[in-house]
């Protein structure tokens, strides 16, 4: 059995599989992977395969309607057609978003749904409206509509695309008035007198229901739609992707459940214990945008035992080094001490790991596994990670 090489340390590499569709093997086709990279001397015990949530999803044909969706929103807020809606910090996003909100208008379809944005960016980094613009109005306290600012400050910088006229579009499509306003206090959306509140926010969620509950009740989450069923996800809408036209794929369902069949069988199949995880959004901030790539409520939807409560700390090498090498000490001895170091269970306060801020090991993984796999889909669903997490 061939090895890595002693010189190849961390590494992450992309798997091609092939298209996964309803009813797909997952479990069995990404155990055959394994076969090969074990007979090609590339799995080892401890490594880690990351399996991108949309695979998952797919193959589990979980995949809800916007017809569904809007039958869901009028029964959970007792709303009428011809009832006014409103949705309250979306992100602006064509695939995140656009047809949730087709969903959530076809249920007031002789209705009206306000859409509030926060600004100047969404709540991933997303610029809604320029920045510049929005100091000499004030700041980012004041309440603006759609319709009093001039186009040009409303245009994404990557995009190019106005996306308050183009939320304003969708809901046109499905037979509501739109009305689009930018505010950053949840409570402003009051003003406009809904009928039913939905919170589209992600990771501020609660905090901004919480607030609008004190004073109006008739309040959700995106996270409270499409949550129960045989098709549906723990998560609801949150991190729901557009499928097809008319059609949304949720997140995954029993993904411990997934991670451990897949680990079982891998261990059948070659003998190696590896642990497994279903990846979503890395949790990355673009430095030239600003864009802050988590748009999913947590970076992993399941993953092998070995993987609890797993922190990623280690030594800081290179203060090691330097310190060591002040001290007159050979090289080495250098490495030795390194080494040493590593052996020992080392508390996050200890010298030798200052400056090394401790992770959630699912944390990292996932946003390794989403790095490599890529937004524009490189074709590799599946990430093999080596010499990052240590079994103990």
Same mark, same amino acid.
């Given at each position: 059995?061939?090895?890595?090489?002693?010189?190849?340390?961390?590494?992450?590499?992309?798997?091609?599989?092939?298209?996964?569709?309803?009813?797909?093997?997952?479990?069995?086709?990404?155990?055959?992977?394994?076969?090969?990279?074990?007979?090609?001397?590339?799995?080892?015990?401890?490594?880690?395969?990351?399996?991108?949530?949309?695979?998952?999803?797919?193959?589990?044909?979980?995949?809800?309607?916007?017809?569904?969706?809007?039958?869901?929103?009028?029964?959970?807020?007792? $709303?009428?057609?011809?009832?006014?809606?409103?949705? !309250?910090?979306?992100?602006?996003?064509?695939?995140?978003?656009?047809?949730?909100?087709?969903?959530?208008?076809?249920?007031?379809?002789?209705?009206?749904?306000?859409?509030?944005?926060?600004?100047?960016?969404?709540?991933?980094?997303?610029?809604?409206?320029?920045?510049?613009?929005?100091?000499?109005?004030?700041?980012?306290?004041?309440?603006?509509?759609?319709?009093?600012?001039?186009?040009?400050? $409303?245009?994404?910088?990557?995009?190019?695309?106005?996306?308050?006229?183009?939320?304003?579009?969708?809901?046109?499509?499905?037979?509501?008035?739109?009305?689009?306003?930018?505010?950053?206090?949840?409570?402003?959306?009051?003003?406009?007198?809904?009928?039913?509140?939905?919170?589209?926010?992600?990771?501020?969620?609660?905090?901004?229901?919480?607030?609008?509950?004190?004073?109006?009740?008739?309040?959700?989450?995106?996270?409270?739609?499409?949550?129960?069923?045989?098709?549906?996800?723990?998560?609801? $809408?949150?991190?729901?992707?557009?499928?097809?036209?008319?059609?949304?794929?949720?997140?995954?369902?029993?993904?411990?459940?997934?991670?451990?069949?897949?680990?079982?069988?891998?261990?059948?199949?070659?003998?190696?214990?590896?642990? !497994?995880?279903?990846?979503?959004?890395?949790?990355?901030?673009?430095?030239?945008?600003?864009?802050?790539?988590?748009?999913?409520?947590?970076?992993?939807?399941?993953?092998?035992?070995?993987?609890?409560?797993?922190?990623?700390?280690?030594?800081?090498?290179?203060?090691?080094?330097?310190?060591?090498?002040?001290?007159?000490?050979?090289?080495?001895?250098?490495?030795?001490?390194?080494?040493?170091?590593?052996?020992?269970?080392?508390?996050?306060?200890?010298?030798?790991?200052?400056?090394?801020?401790?992770?959630?090991?699912?944390?990292?993984?996932?946003?390794?596994?989403?790095?490599?796999?890529?937004?524009?889909?490189?074709?590799?669903?599946?990430?093999?990670?080596?010499?990052?997490?240590?079994?103990?």
């Amino acid at each position: 059995m061939k090895t890595l090489p002693a010189y190849i340390g961390a590494a992450a590499f992309g798997l091609k599989m092939g298209v996964f569709l309803p009813g797909s093997d997952l479990v069995g086709d990404i155990a055959g992977r394994a076969e090969d990279l074990d007979r090609d001397g590339l799995l080892h015990d401890g490594d880690v395969i990351c399996i991108t949530e949309s695979v998952v999803a797919r193959v589990q044909d979980n995949i809800v309607t916007t017809d569904q969706v809007a039958e869901e929103v009028r029964a959970k807020l007792s $709303l009428e057609p011809t009832a006014t809606l409103g949705v !309250v910090f979306p992100i602006a996003s064509r695939n995140r978003f656009s047809v949730t909100l087709e969903g959530l208008s076809k249920a007031v379809n002789r209705g009206k749904v306000i859409v509030q944005l926060s600004y100047p960016q969404d709540e991933v980094g997303n610029q809604v409206i320029d920045p510049a613009y929005v100091k000499g109005q004030g700041g980012p306290d004041s309440v603006l509509r759609h319709g009093d600012i001039p186009s040009e400050m $409303l245009l994404h910088p990557v995009t190019k695309i106005d996306y308050g006229a183009y939320y304003a579009d969708v809901i046109r499509t499905q037979g509501a008035e739109p009305v689009i306003i930018y505010g950053n206090d949840p409570l402003t959306i009051l003003g406009e007198k809904p009928e039913g509140i939905i919170v589209a926010d992600i990771r501020t969620r609660e905090q901004t229901k919480a607030k609008l509950q004190e004073v109006f009740p008739n309040c959700i989450t995106l996270q409270d739609i499409c949550n129960r069923g045989a098709v549906s996800s723990k998560w609801g $809408l949150l991190g729901s992707n557009m499928s097809s036209a008319g059609k949304l794929k949720l997140l995954p369902r029993d993904g411990d459940q997934i991670t451990g069949d897949v680990q079982a069988e891998i261990l059948k199949r070659t003998g190696r214990k590896v642990e !497994v995880l279903i990846y979503g959004d890395g949790a990355y901030k673009d430095p030239g945008t600003g864009i802050y790539e988590l748009a999913d409520p947590v970076t992993t939807f399941g993953h092998t035992a070995g993987l609890d409560n797993c922190i990623r700390g280690g030594v800081k090498y290179k203060m090691l080094a330097d310190k060591l090498h002040a001290e007159g000490r050979a090289v080495s001895e250098i490495e030795a001490a390194i080494q040493a170091a590593r052996e020992q269970d080392l508390g996050s306060d200890s010298m030798e790991t200052e400056g090394t801020t401790p992770r959630r090991m699912t944390d990292i993984l996932a946003s390794l596994a989403d790095l490599v796999s890529g937004s524009s889909d490189a074709g590799t669903p599946v990430i093999l990670v080596k010499d990052i997490f240590r079994p103990t």
